[in-house]
């Protein structure tokens, strides 16, 4: 069965703290896991790819741990324009429908 | 830039009509999706084509077809609309599973 779980949020954050998602997803034999970034009323964008070892850009770290099968996002400095729904996807392998998508966890930032 | 289009972002039907829902891309994609997002269960993959005339089924293919006669242009058709076809209707187009780049949405209403 392909599933990707995520936190049900929301998640009501101040300006500048450290905000993480986690999410988890079923199938062992998923190969690639992304974050994707959809604004309210807008159309969903990829935020970044999850590898291995794990990977940074800017303000962004995402995490991927096979052995406990999750990944995480970790936001540090939390800006106002961060405010969005993230949802976590998971490739299994061979179709293009293999594409798997979270349902999202709604993240607000408050100033 | 890869642009994806939709021919309406807002579309009002009765029950029993027939339904098209139009979407273009312009990156030479081979794969193109269509999916369905409703408030609490997330992005669904109704269908999607890796080839020109080529279309395989995704999780919620009952109540839709598809057309792919040229390489850029994807038709969702919902062939007699019913109440529980209201909803926001995603296209996205992919060179392979590293990204989807998806178009701004069509909400339709089936009253």
């Known amino acids: 069965r392909k599933e990707v779980e995520q936190d049900p949020g929301p998640f009501n954050v101040p300006e500048g703290a450290t905000v993480a998602f986690n999410c988890t997803y079923s199938?062992?034999?998923?190969?690639?896991f992304f974050w994707y970034r959809q604004d309210c009323r807008k159309e969903p964008k990829l935020l970044m790819s999850?590898?291995?070892s794990g990977n940074e850009d800017g303000r962004f770290t995402a995490q991927l741990n096979r052995a406990s099968q999750y990944i995480s996002l970790l936001i540090r400095d939390s800006k106002l324009s961060d405010s969005a729904t993230y949802l976590c996807v998971a490739y299994y392998g061979g179709s293009q429908g293999n594409l798997i998508f979270g349902k999202g966890t709604k993240l607000s930032v408050k100033p | 830039d890869v642009k994806v289009t939709q021919s309406s972002r807002y579309l009002v039907k009765r029950t029993g009509e027939k339904v098209f829902l139009e979407c273009v891309q312009d990156?030479?994609?081979?794969?193109m999706f269509w999916y369905r997002q409703d408030p609490g269960l997330g992005l669904r993959l109704i269908y999607f084509s890796y080839d020109v005339k080529m279309k395989e089924k995704g999780d919620i293919p009952e109540g839709y077809s598809v057309s792919r006669e040229k390489k850029e242009r994807f038709s969702l058709i919902l062939e007699s609309a019913s109440t529980n076809q209201t909803s926001m209707y995603l296209c996205?187009?992919?060179?392979?599973?590293?990204?989807?780049?998806f178009g701004p949405g069509t909400r339709l209403t089936v009253l």
């Open positions: 999850v590898y291995s």
């Open positions: 990156m030479d994609h081979e794969n």
């Open positions: 199938n062992s034999a998923s190969q690639s």
């Open positions: 996205a187009s992919s060179l392979n599973y590293n990204e989807q780049f």
